[in-house]
């Protein structure tokens, strides 16, 4: 009762005080509230002119634009035109952050996208390359339609269906061969003549489009030599566990030697790349991914896999320049850690990771959240000129070896027909007589 009555006297006091107090409080909040209120209603009004001007932008041109379609009812210009300007205005500010892998996809665009992730695609079968008259075939897929048309490595498309294909960056030739299955596609192909005096030939072929499976790995033991050889096309979420049971089957055949090739393989699943590389490194880092906002880092680490016969087996990893992303962690690893030479081209140099995010009207956006680097710390980021030409970045090999365009016909994994595997060859037998003389020694 004595301390509630001083409490009170106090009170009564400093009344004037605390009212004065409690003012300045109260008019200090409303200040920040008012601050506040207007820097957002600025930003606001900042925003609300950015839409007003695409949407009178929007408005003058479907209602004024000329459309060279006069056979479409005026409900279906206007749709048409309508979704071809919001999607149009959405992709161009996704460009404007300048980053090739951060990409918008409208709905068509994300269903293609999402099929083709599971595999079920149509096309021809054939990994292209970028050429200066179009695109030329490297590889053709056994049993696909390209190889029942009788297209061959080396062929150069100069046209997909009457429309020329020079400067025209790949994947958009790519998504041109592309189409329904059991559709038909016109290439024109240029042949080149074995004999260097001879003009290359041009031919018309129809090819049949159909379902493309591309299988993740496939494996054999080199013929003539004690060498196995294993080509990965893509890290899925299986290739691991394919992977496993094909180092068992060569481990029993008693290989003396590996070459996994990665040529063309453009990537895939990260956790599914760190669990094939602890077949060979054990508790060992195999990549930092850092996070562009947040700045965290997640490390990876390689464990509880590693097999003593291949971590001490010679061994070559064959890329070129579309070996990319998780493909070029797999062989970056290893080439930090001296587990194997690496024979090739340049790689193409991406470390951005990407990640999928859901729109609303079943569009989608792929994004770059994070960047990796290799365990010894390099960054292998791509640079290019403002034309999109290759300047600097990827994985640069221990011996450069192009693949020879000359050898007709050229065949990936084929001693004899792929000079790039006969130098891994070479160099396998050069490894494994050092480490035969060293062992002497």
Avoid at 310 to 338: H, R
Wanted: charged share 25%; hydrophobic share 35%.
């Amino acid at each position: 009762m004595i301390l509630y009555t001083k409490f009170v006297s106090v009170i009564k006091k400093n009344l004037f005080s605390l009212l004065v107090c409690i003012g300045f409080l109260g008019i200090g909040f409303y200040l920040d509230d008012v601050l506040f209120i207007f820097l957002r209603s600025k930003e606001f009004n900042k925003n609300l002119e950015y839409y007003e001007l695409l949407e009178s932008s929007k408005n003058n041109i479907v209602e004024n634009y000329m459309s060279s379609d006069n056979h479409s009812t005026q409900k279906q210009k206007y749709d048409t035109l309508h979704d071809h300007l919001v999607y149009g205005a959405l992709d161009g500010l996704v460009s404007g952050l300048g980053d090739k892998h951060t990409q918008f996809f409208n709905p068509k665009m994300t269903e293609a996208l999402f099929t083709q992730t599971k595999g079920n695609f149509f096309g021809i079968g054939a990994l292209l390359e970028p050429h200066i008259k179009g695109a030329r075939i490297v590889r053709i897929f056994e049993n696909s339609p390209a190889q029942k048309a009788g297209l061959e490595n080396g062929d150069i498309i100069i046209k997909v269906n009457q429309e020329v294909v020079q400067n025209i960056d790949l994947p958009s030739i790519v998504e041109k061969i592309k189409g329904p299955k059991k559709s038909n596609v016109v290439l024109w192909i240029e042949k080149e003549s074995k004999e260097k005096s001879k003009k290359s030939l041009m031919k018309k072929i129809d090819v049949i489009r159909d379902v493309i499976h591309i299988p993740s790995t496939h494996h054999k033991i080199l013929s003539n030599t004690p060498f196995g050889y294993i080509e990965i096309t893509s890290f899925a979420e299986n290739t691991d566990g394919q992977f496993d049971k094909i180092l068992r089957d060569l481990e029993n055949q008693k290989i003396q030697g590996l070459i996994i090739d990665l040529r063309g393989n453009l990537g895939g699943v990260v956790e599914s790349t760190i669990s094939m590389l602890s077949n060979f490194l054990n508790d060992k880092l195999a990549l930092t991914i850092q996070y562009n906002r947040q700045h965290k880092l997640h490390k990876y680490t390689m464990k509880n896999k590693n097999k003593h016969y291949f971590s001490k087996l010679p061994m070559v990893i064959l890329v070129n320049q579309d070996t990319a992303s998780a493909a070029e962690i797999f062989a970056g690893v290893l080439q930090d850690y001296q587990m194997a030479k690496i024979i090739g081209m340049h790689t193409y140099g991406k470390s951005s990771v990407q990640t999928m995010i859901s729109l609303e009207n079943h569009s989608s956006l792929k994004m770059t959240i994070a960047k990796y680097i290799l365990p010894k710390g390099r960054d292998i980021a791509r640079k290019e000129d403002s034309d999109g030409r290759y300047i600097s970045g990827g994985i640069f090999p221990d011996i450069n070896v192009p693949l020879d365009f000359t050898q007709h016909p050229i065949v990936y994994g084929e001693p004899g027909k792929d000079n790039q595997l006969d130098e891994s060859i070479e160099l396998l037998y050069t490894m494994l007589k050092n480490d035969t003389n060293s062992k002497k020694n």
